[in-house]
């Protein structure tokens, strides 16, 4: 019996040298997969080219009454989301491949209106209506086209963006930073006055202290400031993700979200709502090893809310969101459905201006979204316009009409430009896809979640496209700041 343990220990030591000699399968939780997109291009553009054929098929001679135009632009939204449809059980993820959410926009900031029979179409007739579904399904279908071909190469320094390795104690102190720097945007113009920041939630949009002009001065340089803004809801769900809702660091990161998300809102931009809340429910998705069913269904019904949110915001943005916690202002809405934009009629009231009454912008529209970013302190001459303006066209003064991507494509190219911008956004979205080959990390995930989000909300306008991007470009700079001071980090 006194033999007995030095026999246990031959024994131990024996079988972790066949071990050592024959070494088991690696756990899959080892090294982390590139995720396996489902995509199905020839899918989706059968899809498009079918949904559109039937949508001009279906459209009625007289269109000027509302609820007209349900049945072919639900015949084209079906389309458009063929392949969602077809992943949705065998791969979750997928339905937030970039080329599936681009060619899918259209039916939020299109084609929801008609469907929910918001408005009738007196100011143009049916050819301008086929002609809005004809554009669309072109953009889209081109989408479809640029899937097929391999994607641009990601630029150098976002490829160390979203690779570079950050544990969350680290990642929690780039979320800070970049909190106190969002924050700069609303304290500065507030004089660092608490009570004048918010005294703001109960003013208009255009009176709280960080409002300004259309042409803005010096004070254009806190917008860009702003967009550091944009990751700190991403930050969060990645950090809620990997070390629980309730810790410490989690918690900080959720409020410093909620004051950002508060004071943009004061500025009555839905837009920017979404696009924060939305890539932070992306990276809270695709952060998890194995995304789930039930991790959709919970995204949708949380993203049904944001929307509800987003619809509380047009309706109390002219007397300050405060009002809608408030027993004496009322405000009746009188919006009976989900409101995103007029942009399908002001599609249609283009192509019946555009080129029979005014020619193409050309590329006046292009020169326009590419002065954006600059201040116009530093160009004084910067473009007001894209080379036409809708609103004074119908009539309107003081009023600026958003017309999608899409509007702004044909206005400046024609159909030529619906097939241009299609395919140049489809390589754009493909491009991106690549991001996710490092896996779910957080500089991939951050730089996935905020670039998915400007290309949704990019369908709204060129400018938005820009604008929006805005969020991937803070990271960026605050990954590469951090590989500065830390040369060691790989």
Known sequence: MRDLPSNIDALRMERRSQRLRHPGPA????????????????????????????????????????????????????????????????SPVSLLHPVSLVTAAPVYWLLLDPIQGAYGMDSVGVKEVRLSYLAIGSFS???????????WRLPRVVREAATISLGPRT??????????????RFAIPSGYDFGA???????????????????????????????????????????????????????????????????????????????????GLVVWFLS??????????????????????????????????????????????????????????RLAQIIHIIPEQHPYTGMKWLVWVAARPVPRVLWPGKPLDPGFDLPSSQGMQG?????SLVGELYMAFGFLGCIGGGLFLGYLANTLAQVMRAGPAPGALITFGAGLLALFAGMRSGIDLVLMSYGVLAWIALAWGYRQLNPETK
């Not at 590139?34 to 899809?47: I, N, T």
């Not at 279908?141 to 994607?151: D, I, M, Q, T, Y």
């Not at 990642?171 to 700069?184: K, N, S, T």
């Not at 009023?399 to 017309?403: F, I």
């Open 27 to 90: 756990r899959e939780t080892a090294v982390r997969k590139p995720w396996a997109w489902e995509l199905h291009p020839g899918l989706g553009l059968a899809g498009a080219v079918l949904g559109t054929l039937l949508a001009i098929m279906l459209t009625p001679d007289d269109v000027r009454e509302a609820g007209v135009l349900r049945t072919p632009s639900l015949a084209l939204a079906l389309g458009l989301i063929l392949v969602p449809l077809r992943v949705l059980f065998s």
């Open 141 to 151: 279908a081109c989408v479809w086209l640029a899937a097929f071909g391999r994607p």
């Open 171 to 184: 990642l929690f102190g780039i979320g800070v930073a970049a909190f106190f720097l969002a924050f700069q």
């Open 197 to 279: 920041m918010l005294g703001a939630f109960g003013k208009i949009r255009w009176a709280a202290p960080w409002s300004r002009g259309a042409l803005g001065g010096w004070d254009a340089f806190l917008d860009h400031i702003g967009y550091f803004g944009y990751i700190v809801p991403p930050i969060t769900a990645f950090l809620a993700r990997r070390v629980g809702w309730l810790n410490w660091r989690t918690l900080v990161m959720m409020l410093f979200s909620f004051i950002l998300l508060a004071l943009f809102s004061t500025g009555g931009g839905r837009r920017i709502i979404g696009v924060m809340a939305g890539s």
């Open 288 to 345: 998890s090893e194995r995304p789930r069913l039930k991790d959709l269904a919970l995204m949708g019904a949380t993203c049904a809310g944001l929307l509800a949110f987003l619809q509380l915001m047009l309706n109390y943005r002219g007397v300050g969101i405060a009002a809608a916690f408030s027993e004496e202002t009322r405000v009746e809405s009188h919006v009976k459905h989900l409101h995103v934009d007029d942009n399908f009629l």
């Open 399 to 403: 009023v600026s009409l958003s017309v």
